[in-house]
Structures are given as C-alpha cells and as structure tokens.
C-alpha cells in the first residue's frame, strides 16, 4: 500500500538549532516526494521536491530509497520558519498522497 | 491574479441538506482535485479531474459528488450522506507540462461546518 508517515506531529526548537522533519514512504515503484509548507494564514504550497535537488529558504532533503525516507532538514532555524510542514508522495498516476504533518515551532 | 478560487470561505449548514464548495482556475490547468483537510490526518484525496467530463473517485468519495463541465471548474457536493462532514476542503489543479507537472497548487480552502 502507499503510504507517507511523518511520526511526529509536533516538533519545537530553538532559533538557530537544527532542525530536521522525517518521513518515510512507503511505495514499490519509483516515487516522487515533496515538502508542502502551510506558513500561518497563508495557502498550502510547494516547499521542494526531490527531482529538483535544490535548497529553498536552507532546507534541504534527499530521497533515500534504501531507509525510503525523505526528510526535511535545515542547519540553522528561523522563527519565521514556525508552519505546518506535510511530506507527500506521488506514486503514479495522478495522485498525490499526503502524510499527516508535522508542526515546527522555532521558539525565540 | 493567477490562481485557483474557492468559495465560500466559511459554510454552515444543516444535518440532512447537501451543499456545494466552488472551486475556480485560471491556470489553464488540466487537472483538479479535492482534498479535505482534518487535523492530525493531513490531507485525504476525495475526487480528482484530469480532463473535461472525466473524473475518478479518491480515497474518501463517499457522501460527495463533483463535475467537470469546464476545464477551470470543478464543484464539490457535500451531500447528506456524509457522515462527518464538518472539515476544512481544499481544491488544488497540476499542469500536464514542464516542470509544473506533478506540482499541486492550492486554493485557499473552504472550512465548512455542520449544524
């Protein structure tokens, strides 16, 4: 079955700590994986995803197929950083499968 | 302003009436899609649309309806054989080319709430 699992729906740290949002997948195929952000008041949007290999706002995630994971990291936190973060997985077709999300608070 | 419009915001209806969520493009997208939104379970696929007169049924489509008539529209119907209705729905599109594909935009959403 395909599934996202984020095991942990809250995450509070520090500004300036690392930070680092898991996800694991779960897909026999070839998967295509995504970092959705929902900052406060504001639409659900792409963060990043996979194919890109790029760093956006310093985060960062790289798709492990052995440990099938893709999580979600930053060096250095922000406060402005502080939303609701959902890994997503399109596995064919044209669905996108969306884990259950996980909270960043960056505390001052 | 590009993008994708819901409406309403805010709905508040009755046990046993159904009501319909607009969802409006302007992104010459091809495909739309529904999703609700509830706390602790992220997003849930309800219905998706990937061409005029097609759609197919997501992971919760019982209690709902939809209809793509239009390439930039695709309604939601909340009837009253749903039976947890009270949640906040989500209307997103993709575009089939480039490096849009794949990539889901969003709308603003439409927290409806039964009475």
């Known amino acids: 079955a395909q599934r996202v699992t984020q095991p942990e729906k809250l995450l509070s740290v520090f500004k300036g700590a690392p930070v680092e949002l898991k996800c694991n997948y779960s897909?026999?195929?070839?998967?295509?994986l995504f970092w959705y952000v929902q900052y406060s008041r504001q639409r659900l949007q792409l963060l990043l995803r996979h194919i890109s290999r790029e760093s956006i706002k310093g985060f960062t995630a790289d798709l492990n197929k052995g440990e099938t994971s893709f999580h979600l990291k930053k060096p250095f936190a922000q406060e402005e950083d502080s939303a609701m973060y959902y890994c997503?997985?399109?596995?064919?077709?044209?669905?996108?499968?969306f884990g259950a999300g996980t909270r960043l608070f960056v505390k001052a | 302003d590009g993008g994708i419009t819901q409406s309403p915001k805010y709905l508040f209806r009755k046990e046993g009436q159904n009501v319909t969520l607009s969802c409006e493009q302007n992104l010459n997208h091809d495909a739309m899609y529904w999703y609700r939104q509830d706390p602790g379970q992220g997003l849930r696929l309800i219905y998706y649309?990937?061409?005029?007169?097609?759609?197919q049924k997501g992971d919760i489509a019982e209690g709902y309806s939809v209809s793509r008539e239009k390439k930039e529209s695709f309604p939601l119907t909340v009837t009253s054989a749903q039976k947890n209705p009270t949640a906040f729905y989500l209307c997103a599109s993709t575009g089939l080319q480039n490096s849009g594909a794949n990539v889901l935009t969003f709308g603003a959403g439409s927290r409806l709430t039964v009475l």
């Open positions: 997503a997985l399109k596995a064919g077709g044209f669905k996108t499968i």
């Open positions: 649309s990937q061409i005029v007169n097609d759609f």
């Open positions: 897909y026999s195929g070839s998967p295509e």
